[in-house]
């Protein structure tokens, strides 16, 4: 049977199905080709090559940054929040056994300050539930580019930016930023790890009429993966298992927890997996989503 394997390792065509042999004795009339038993013509059809590679497999890195917002969180509800489109004519291919690195941030909102009239700084503390301390390299606070904990708000009614996180406070769960003498934040929000909940990546395939099937590649807790290293090649997530993934499949980032998680850039998610890609020519799109589905289901 092929496989997408064959479409990977390079176009091979497979042996074709021995035709019947003809008869000795010459025939006054021309023999009328036989009927091609059911069994037989679906393996002339799996036969043909339904994709052909433009090129050898190259490596890729699927990041946040290929990940369209999914939907919207809603407590302990699993929620699809983000989203990698398989582009057209690309296959893709993870291994087994490749690091993966995801961190996921909950988001706090913390109250307005108006310190526009003060003549020092003026600290304000956010609750930050289910906070956890990483093995990520520890910085030197106050700081702006903290790995675990980043802080946004409006500044005096402009564009909403970056603000330094003064302090984080583990046992109590909290995190307190310092509003300068003169300035006015409003819409202050927090992003932190916490280790509340779970998580689960699956693929999807659209089978129209809005449905959809899928298959489970990788789950876990937060409380886990954001609380061992994920640098350390003894303690950091693998790829659990072979994947393919061709054009109208999707993975799919899909969480279960109490804390909000919204998917946006300025939480500075870590979501990254390593992979191969390979440009292809569909020739036969129904017959490569079979093989898919075989790839999905371990083979059978």
């Keep these: 049977m092929i496989r997408l394997t064959d479409i990977f390792g390079g176009w091979r065509p497979s042996k074709r199905v021995r035709p019947m042999p003809q008869p000795i004795e010459p025939q006054p009339l021309p023999v009328q080709p036989l009927p091609v038993p059911r069994e037989e013509r679906a393996i002339r059809q799996v036969a043909r090559p339904v994709a052909l590679p433009l090129g050898a497999p190259q490596r890729a890195l699927i990041d946040h940054r290929d990940m369209d917002p999914g939907v919207d969180w809603r407590a302990n509800e699993w929620r699809p929040i983000a989203v990698f489109k398989i582009p057209q004519g690309t296959i893709y291919r993870i291994p087994d056994g490749e690091p993966v690195r995801l961190y996921l941030k909950a988001r706090a909102d913390g109250s307005d300050v108006d310190n526009s009239g003060g003549g020092s700084a003026q600290d304000t503390t956010i609750s ?76 999807q395939r659209e089978l129209g009429n809005a449905d959809s099937a899928a298959a ?35 993975l799919v980032l899909e969480v279960r927890t109490s804390r909000r998680v919204d ?38």
């Design 128 to 203: 930050a539930p289910g906070i956890v301390k990483t093995k990520m390299r520890a910085v030197t606070l106050p700081s702006a580019s903290h790995p675990e904990v980043v802080a946004w708000a409006r500044v005096n009614g402009g564009d909403r930016q970056k603000v330094p996180v003064k302090a984080i406070d583990y046992a109590a769960e909290t995190v307190t930023l310092s509003v300068p003498a003169g300035e006015n934040w409003t819409d202050i929000r927090v992003y932190y790890v916490h280790g509340d909940g779970e998580f689960r990546i699956r693929a």
């Design 216 to 250: 489970l590649l990788m789950d876990g807790a937060f409380g886990a993966i954001h609380t061992v290293s994920q640098i350390d090649d003894e303690e950091a997530p693998t790829w659990p298992r072979k994947v393919t993934l061709i054009e109208t499949n999707r």
């Design 263 to 300: 998917w946006t850039e300025e939480a500075e998610h870590m979501f990254q997996i390593k992979a191969y890609v390979l440009h292809v020519k569909v020739h036969d799109k129904a017959a490569l989503r079979r093989l898919a589905e075989i790839d999905w289901r371990g083979g059978l």
